[in-house]
């Protein structure tokens, strides 16, 4: 027997001492659950209870009690599982000692049954339990995260709960804790987020970037952030160098298009109805987009590259492209010098990615958000086939003022191909003529019979206060 033996005993006690362990680490978590329970004055009389918990004044007001109880029962459950768990393979084991010396568990087995049923578990329930927050009694002040008891999945939780500075110190920002944004219309949308959220920390995420906009476009934006690793191409290969890329068509080995109608770069042709979207139709074949900006076209509506930065000789270095595209205004830019950052969502084509793999900046940003650039720091804001007749006013308004911001002063508002119905005209004119900027260009044409091109070229003023 001795030698035989050798591997499953030691099997078997490696499974006795982390049944001990676990024993105690229940009994541990218990006994602390307990013992912050009656700190948090669960163990007062029923009125005190009452009192104490939903007293007007008093910090438990906002403060979910059953949720925190129940966070605690789902880990006490997971260590009990794990121990019943454990306890059965050791039972079984020594019913089944004899045979288990002649047919064989091998290592790999082994090491696989500790990761997979043994150590996982434990760990997510280490988290968990590192995871959950009291509210300081101490401290009448602080308040619950509100938007917490929307959302019953525990990583959204954990997402959204401000996140303390470690023993009181206070962070690079001067603040006592992190809160991490999501948008507040995620509320509406708690069967997509959660299903969103639902992974295992620090495995694969599904394949599911079509989701997450989905998300973000329809207002759930911030979207949080996830412990998951995001896929990519399996056959990823290295870009083009940069003096090739800005006018080729990418490798389509670097672009993962399950999600996409297309398969491949040359399926996004505009002569394709079965290519999957329709804003800028036209933007992947690239003899087209060689003549943009740079060639005379049939309307006076498109301006030359070089007549608009001849407006301000040298000043104009970094700006914003906001539109849909692929980034050839940016690569145009780039040949003069000028630094652009294209925004870009990818509307039923990769126009994220080609921007990115023909070694421009593509900008993941949707209209809703406030844009991440400080005051008065773009030297141009050009914007084409994206704001047009269907936006609201209100809304216009709210993005005008906001590149009104960015844009510093001396700085260039190009907006390209506007179009709208002509009785919305007069509108869109004030919205855009309210900033009083110095018109340097300002063309309007026909597009069809009930519809008009606005293209103009516009100076911010410095403001004197
Ligand atoms: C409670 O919190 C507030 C603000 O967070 C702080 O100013 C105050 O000093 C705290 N009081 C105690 C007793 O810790
Ligand atoms: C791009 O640059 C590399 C060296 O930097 C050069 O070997 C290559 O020929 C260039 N390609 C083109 C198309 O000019
Ligand atoms: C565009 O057309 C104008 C007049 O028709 C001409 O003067 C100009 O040279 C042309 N520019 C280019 C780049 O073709
Ligand atoms: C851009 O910069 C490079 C390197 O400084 C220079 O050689 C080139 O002439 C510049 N191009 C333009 C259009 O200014």
Same mark, same amino acid.
Request: hydrophobic share 40%.
């Given at each position: ?57 008093? /910090? ?8 925190? !109880? ?6 006490? @459950? ?129 394949? #599911? ?25 399996? /056959? ?5 160098? &940069? ?25 996004? *042709? ?27 076209? *049939? ?83 050009? !914007? ?19 590149? #009104? ?9 190009? &907006? @390209? ?32 019979? @009930? ?15």
């Amino acid at each position: 027997m001795g030698r035989l033996c050798f591997p499953r005993c030691r099997l078997m006690r490696i499974m006795g001492w982390l049944q001990i362990i676990l024993g105690g680490l229940v009994i541990v978590v218990s006994l602390a659950s307990l013992y912050k329970f009656y700190k948090a004055g669960f163990f007062l009389h029923n009125e005190e209870i009452c009192h104490h918990f939903y007293g007007v004044d008093d /910090v438990y007001e906002v403060f979910d009690v059953r949720a925190l !109880t129940d966070r605690i029962g789902e880990v006490l @459950d997971k260590m009990e599982k794990l121990q019943e768990k454990l306890e059965r393979s050791v039972q079984d084991l020594e019913k089944h000692k004899d045979e288990l010396d002649k047919t064989s568990i091998t290592r790999l087995e082994h090491k696989r049954f500790l990761e997979q049923e043994v150590i996982r578990p434990l760990h997510s329930a280490h988290l968990s339990l590192r995871q959950i927050r009291l509210p300081r009694i101490a401290n009448s002040t602080i308040k619950e995260e509100p938007m917490i008891n929307t959302f019953i999945i525990e990583e959204i939780r954990k997402y959204i709960s401000p996140k303390e500075n470690r023993v009181g110190k206070i962070n690079i920002y001067g603040t006592e804790r992190i809160y991490n944004t999501i948008g507040h219309a995620c509320t509406l949308m708690k069967k997509e987020l959660e299903e969103y959220m639902d992974y295992d920390i620090g495995s694969y995420c599904k394949d #599911d970037w079509n989701l997450a906009q989905k998300l973000m476009v329809s207002g759930c934006d911030p979207l949080p952030r996830r412990r998951c690793l995001t896929r990519a191409s399996k /056959v990823y290969q290295k870009p083009y160098p &940069i003096n090739e890329s800005l006018w080729k068509l990418p490798d389509d080995r670097n672009v993962r298009w399950s999600n996409y109608q297309c398969r491949n770069f040359q399926c996004l *042709s505009s002569k394709n109805p079965k290519r999957g979207y329709s804003k800028c139709t036209g933007c992947f074949e690239m003899e087209k987009e060689k003549l943009k900006w740079v060639t005379n076209s *049939s309307l006076p509506v498109d301006f030359f590259i070089t007549d608009v930065l001849a407006i301000k000789p040298g000043e104009i270095r970094i700006g914003l492209d906001f539109g849909v595209g692929t980034g050839t205004f940016a690569a145009r830019m780039k040949e003069r010098n000028v630094t652009i950052i294209s925004t870009a969502l990818n509307l039923g084509a990769p126009f994220s990615e080609m921007i990115a793999l023909r070694g421009l900046i593509p900008l993941y940003v949707t209209l809703n958000q406030r844009l991440p650039f400080f005051d008065n720091t773009m030297d141009l804001i050009h !914007t084409t086939g994206f704001m047009d007749g269907w936006i609201d006013l209100m809304l216009m308004d709210f993005i005008l003022f906001d590149w #009104d911001r960015i844009l510093r002063p001396g700085g260039l508002l190009w &907006i @390209d191909r506007f179009f709208c119905y002509r009785k919305d005209l007069d509108d869109y004119m004030y919205m855009i003529l309210q900033f009083r900027y110095k018109k340097h260009k300002w063309v309007i044409t026909p597009k069809s019979k @009930d519809e008009l091109y606005l293209s103009a070229v516009l100076e911010k003023p410095p403001r004197a206060i």
